[in-house]
T-cell receptor, first 114, second 117 residues
Framework: AQKITQTQPGMFVQEKEAVTLDCTYDTSDPSYGLFWYKQPSSGEMIFLIYQGSYDQQNATEGRYSLNFQKARKSANLVISASQLGDSAMYFCAMSPPGANNLFFGTGTRLTVIP | DTAVSQTPKYLVTQMGNDKSIKCEQNLGHDTMYWYKQDSKKFLKIMFSYNNKELIINETVPNRFSPKSPDKAHLNLHINSLELGDSAVYFC????????????????FGPGTRLTVT
């Protein structure tokens, strides 16, 4: 069974600084997908970034990058140059091979301080 | 235009009632999902449909019955509502169900907050 662990219930970061949100996962499957989603206080789920288990390079999307360390089974999200609008819940998720349903971690609440 | 829409946004009802939540996507995707987010913000997959056919049914009480009249719609019907059903229900869609070559980003609807009193 897939298990996603986010050990940071809450994080604070100064505006314009970078922040890393941790995510570790547990699976015995060699093929899987890793995702990060943002949930602002308004409640919607916003896709941020995706990393395939066979991807050689770390994924990047604008200010978001995914620090993928396969041997350690970690997929940390790095947000550079934090903005006030980055304050939200952030969820790490994994999809198993042959399927696209997402298994989510418990989330990290990020607060950006002006 | 909203990519994935859900109605209603809020639903307040009493225990024992039957209610439905509707979901529509205009992205042309083949696969749709229902997720439940509890009061602690934990999200869990409930169902997945591909081209109107059920492909994933996680451990969900049979009071919950999804129905897909066409691949753009996936509705969720809940019978005999219980207090523990109070949650936010998200519909989502993806181009395909995923395979050995990779996974696909899911687009989420705005959520339906269900409160059972």
């Amino acid at each position: 069974a897939q298990k996603i662990t986010q050990t940071q219930p809450g994080m604070f970061v100064q505006e314009k600084e970078a922040v890393t949100l941790d995510c570790t996962y547990d699976t015995s499957d060699p093929s899987y997908g890793l995702f990060w989603y943002k949930q602002p206080s308004s409640g919607e789920m916003i896709f941020l970034i995706y990393q395939g288990s066979y991807d050689q390079q770390n994924a990047t999307e604008g200010r978001y990058s995914l620090n993928f360390q396969k041997a350690r089974k970690s997929a940390n999200l790095v947000i550079s140059a934090s903005q006030l609008g980055d304050s939200a819940m952030y969820f790490c998720a994994m999809s198993p091979p042959g399927a696209n349903n997402l298994f989510f971690g418990t989330g990290t609440r990020l607060t950006v301080i002006p | 235009d909203t990519a994935v829409s859900q109605t209603p946004k809020y639903l307040v009802t009493q225990m024992g009632n039957d209610k439905s939540i509707k979901c529509e996507q205009n992205l042309g995707h083949d696969t749709m999902y229902w997720y439940k987010q509890d009061s602690k913000k934990f999200l869990k997959i409930m169902f997945s449909y591909n081209n109107k056919e059920l492909i994933i049914n996680e451990t969900v009480p049979n009071r919950f019955s999804p129905k897909s009249p066409d691949k753009a719609h996936l509705n969720l019907h809940i019978n005999s509502l219980e207090l523990g059903d109070s949650a936010v229900y998200f519909c989502a869609s993806s181009p395909r169900p995923g395979g050995t070559s990779g996974s696909y980003e899911q687009y989420f609807g705005p959520g339906t907050r269900l409160t059972v009193t």
